[in-house]
């Protein structure tokens, strides 16, 4: 089972190999892994920093259907949303989207035959997105049946296992909001529960 410390490895070992900028980011367009070379784009600059990508940049997944690519594509330079020439390589395991891996290639002198590196290293990304993912689900599940047990009366036990399992500090106040707010957990009748 690889981890997240190995996919980085890798990508820093293919930012050096190809002498270019990194980036993977999840099906959602967050930044999960990257390894900066040499000078970069502004849009590339403010994803770091921010850890989010801008909405003309993530636009561009949907303008060139990134989401639906099987190998990789390069995507041309767009001085309107101040982005650089760039290899997109789609990350996916078992056929299932989990993101992109960009590469920056201001120049367009990196070739599709040189991209053997980067596609493996969007292999195990994607086995490692595709663990984490089913690892967050395996929580949700947990956590949905300790909520509906608290929520038949009270109960200690799921009480301190939802606290274990969410890494909530045991002093920590709970709010429910109705009607539901984003960011919380679901409960029924429109209601959601927040770590305070």
């Known amino acids: ?101 960009w590469i920056l290639d201001r120049d367009e002198s990196l070739t599709e035959a040189e991209l053997g590196p980067a596609i493996n290293c969007a292999e195990l990304a994607g086995s490692v997105l595709a663990q984490t993912r089913q690892s967050a689900e395996r929580i949700r599940l947990v956590r949905d049946e300790l909520v509906a047990r608290l929520l038949e009366g009270p109960d200690e036990v799921a009480v301190r296992e939802l606290a274990r399992l969410q890494q909530i500090p045991h002093d920590a106040l709970i709010q429910v909001e109705t009607p539901a707010r984003p960011g919380g957990w679901t409960l029924p009748d429109d209601m959601s529960l927040h770590v305070v």
């Open 1 to 101: 089972m690889s981890t997240g410390v190995e996919v980085q490895s890798a990508v820093d070992r293919l930012s050096t190999l190809l002498g270019r900028s990194v980036l993977i980011e999840d099906v959602q367009q967050r930044p999960v892994w990257w390894c900066t070379r040499g000078p970069v784009d502004p849009t590339r600059m403010r994803t770091i920093l921010n850890r989010s990508v801008d909405p003309g940049a993530a636009a561009i997944v949907k303008k060139f259907k990134l989401d639906r690519v099987t190998s990789p594509v390069r995507t041309p330079a767009m001085p309107e949303v101040e982005m650089w020439s760039r290899w997109c390589v789609p990350v996916r395991h078992e056929g299932r989207f989990l993101g992109l891996m």
